[in-house]
């Protein structure tokens, strides 16, 4: 692939390659050459005819706008090639410089050499769609394993000022995180690169797009749900019928509970309140005196005392009734939780 064939202080460190010799190569020269003495000669030793085809490849992290004109052929002349620098000249034409990476017998060779000035390509990244692939319920942890997903769109747009159809190849280093998604056959997937034919009308434009898709995982408490939610759920099959009911049931429950909480809260206050009336009734008793006009007074205070005890033993029984009602309640939707997870 392109991407590998950048020039730096790693490219030209020795490799090991399974078909080559592990320290050093040996060319035999076939042809004697005499080399006079403090003198150098630059002698060939290879002279073998190869077949190759001619492509066009655009690699954006190696040439951004253009695509690169490359030779594709395979090693067929017996022997391991060094890497280093290359002129290719067709028919006596010079046609432009290369580097060749270190090919072992056998192994694909590719020459990028030119930039295709005719055919222009301009580069666009987008937020694709994004949603939920899967919904897993942990009975140990007690959460909801939700896998989201979200795809990444990078469109590549051609435009040919050439007059004829040419074909390039869109070539990406796979990404770090992710996969390829909704993608076509590519034509090449190796070393970490991925290439895709794109066929370019002449004097036309066209475009491409290639998705990736990354998946995190997310622990997600499920009591914090909506009904929105778990219906969509339901409505993509990411989770049964069954445990839809379930959290039916579990709302209906929860609906109850804060309902009864509400009434016990409102019946709580109610008794905060005759507990200080009382207070303020049996204050008003110990400042009355023996006169008649106070007698009758204290008769009318002693009648609303009993009044409001009769209220406040009412009020404390409703108030236990209903915070026993909150307990089974919670019971229940902890019931249908446990249920959900898988908990036997």
């Known amino acids: 692939p392109l991407g590998d064939l950048k020039v730096s202080s790693a490219y030209f460190m020795p490799m090991l390659i399974g078909n080559a010799e592990p320290e050093y190569l040996t060319y035999n020269v076939e042809t004697p050459v005499s080399v006079r003495r403090k003198q150098s000669a630059m002698v060939p030793i290879v002279d073998h005819v190869i077949n190759y085809q001619e492509i066009c490849v655009y690699n954006g992290d190696k040439m951004p706008n253009h695509p690169l004109r490359v030779w594709h052929m ?3 002349t017996g022997k391991a090639l060094e890497q280093g620098p290359i002129t290719l000249v067709q028919e006596g034409q010079y046609l432009g410089e290369g580097l060749v990476r270190f090919t072992g017998v056998g192994d694909d060779l590719q020459l990028p050499y030119a930039l295709e000035f005719g055919i222009v390509i301009s580069e666009e990244t987008n ?5 939920i692939l899967e919904v897993k319920f942990d009975s140990k942890k007690r959460r909801a394993i939700v896998s989201r997903y979200s795809v990444t769109e990078y469109i590549y747009t ?3 000022h050439v007059e004829r159809e040419t074909t390039v190849y869109i070539e990406r280093r796979d990404p770090n995180w992710g996969e390829y998604f909704e993608m076509p056959d590519p034509a090449l997937a190796v070393a970490g690169h991925t290439r895709w034919p794109i066929t370019v009308p002449q004097n036309q434009e066209t475009s491409f797009t290639v998705r990736t898709r990354t998946i995190h995982d997310h622990e997600e408490e499920i009591t914090k749900w909506n009904a929105d939610f778990v219906n969509s759920l339901h ?3 990411l989770i049964e019928t069954v445990i839809c009911n379930k959290f039916e049931s579990y709302w209906v429950e929860s609906q109850r509970q804060a309902e009864t909480l509400d009434q016990s809260n409102t019946l709580q206050a109610e008794y905060n309140q005759l507990l200080s009336r009382q207070k303020q009734l049996r204050e008003n008793l110990g400042a ?6 106070e007698v009758e007074i204290r008769n009318r205070i002693l009648d609303d005392l009993e009044t409001s005890e009769n209220r406040r033993r009412e009020l404390e029984t409703a ?4 915070n026993e009602q909150v307990k089974r309640l919670q019971l229940t939707q902890q019931k249908l939780i446990d249920e959900i997870y898988g908990v036997e």
């Open 74 to 76: 395979q090693n067929t």
């Open 127 to 131: 937020d694709g769609p994004s949603g």
């Open 158 to 160: 051609l435009t040919s």
């Open 235 to 237: 409505t993509d099959e």
């Open 288 to 293: 009355l005196g023996n006169s008649e006009r």
């Open 319 to 322: 108030i236990t009734n209903l």
